[in-house]
């Protein structure tokens, strides 16, 4: 490799490491205002002087000064490196997500699986953290996930594979490319079913029974303290973006839109993340917490169905329109 190829490759890092560490801040400082306008309240309006601005940079300084308490219970190798399992993921996901024409860490031919498949993974450490901690709360947590994970996972890759389908490619580039306008029309149940499965795999409102306050403290988290903590905070947020940025790329064209080059294309596609994040803490704000049973209901009798309806009609479409 040529030094100019090498220079490349460690600024494409760089810009994924940056964005990694900034855009699930961003997320979570518009979750603190748009949940306090949404019910009436200031949120917060001290840290950093603007609106409260340095937040969440004052509760990661705050997360940091505070004692890593490993109870004598717990699996200690399992339990430390759980906050890792749970993180890293997205960071992998983030490579291969195009935000622009040919502004790509890694581009992919297999990029949607690759995705898809790393994705997953984050849910073992939140499954880790719970048989780990030693905690019966933390267990029944880590138990939803794993159950929520099964659940939710078949009608997410069902949702996806429509796209794929209609596009006729696995990358992600090659999707936002082959992506019409009219799309949004006959793809709108698999991005519905996408946004939901998203959801539950994120345990984020109202799929958030693994760490229901009111029932299990905080599911497989309830034994951590300190930066640990902080690191599954960190990929809660993080999830959102990688989730909302997927969905960007599979159902609203990327950085495509109106006058879109290699300056405008980035701008549409964080327009589009942002987007759809808000619709994320939209239905955290409006809607109640699921039983489990009503949870395993809504996706198998619901979204596994509306998805092999949505891949039958997108296989239609493909034959007439050839």
Not at 30 to 52: I, N
Not at 56 to 73: I, M, N, R, T, Y
Not at 179 to 200: D, S, T
């Amino acid at each position: 490799m040529t030094v100019a190829g090498l220079l490349d490759v460690v600024l494409r890092l760089g810009i994924v490491v940056v964005a990694f560490l900034l855009l699930p801040l961003l997320v979570g400082q518009l979750e603190h205002k748009a949940m306090a306008h949404m019910q009436a309240r200031l949120g917060p309006m001290h840290a950093g002087g603007f609106h409260g601005w340095a937040q969440l940079l004052a509760d990661g300084v705050k997360f940091v000064q505070k004692e890593h308490v490993v109870p004598s219970a717990a699996d200690r190798s399992v339990f430390s490196i759980a906050p890792a399992v749970a993180l890293l993921p997205y960071l992998l996901v983030l490579l291969v997500i195009p935000v622009g024409p040919g502004l790509v860490a890694v581009d992919l031919d297999l990029g949607l699986f690759f995705a898809l498949a790393v994705m997953s993974l984050s849910v073992l450490g939140s499954i880790m953290a719970g048989w780990a901690s030693g905690n019966k709360y933390a267990l029944l947590g880590g138990l939803r996930t794993a159950a929520q994970l099964m659940a939710y996972e078949l009608p997410l890759v069902l949702a996806a594979a429509s796209v794929a389908m209609a596009a006729g490619t696995l990358s992600l580039t090659g999707i936002v490319t082959a992506w019409q306008p009219w799309w949004l029309l006959w793809q709108a149940p698999a991005a519905a079913v996408f946004l939901v499965a998203g959801l539950a795999e994120l345990a984020r409102p109202p799929f958030d029974m693994p760490v229901a306050d009111s029932e299990i403290v905080l599911g497989p988290y309830t034994e951590y303290t300190g930066i640990r903590f902080a690191l599954f905070l960190l990929a809660e947020y993080a999830g959102i973006v990688v989730v909302c940025a997927l969905g960007a790329v599979l159902f609203l064209g990327g950085w495509r839109g109106p006058f879109a080059d290699a300056t405008l294309g980035p701008l549409w596609m964080l327009g589009k993340v942002f987007l759809l994040a808000f619709v994320v803490i939209w239905v955290r704000v409006s809607n109640p917490r699921l039983r489990a049973d009503q949870l395993q209901r809504l996706a198998w009798q619901v979204l596994v169905p509306v998805t092999l309806a949505q891949l039958a009609l997108t296989g239609v479409v493909k034959v007439v329109t050839a």
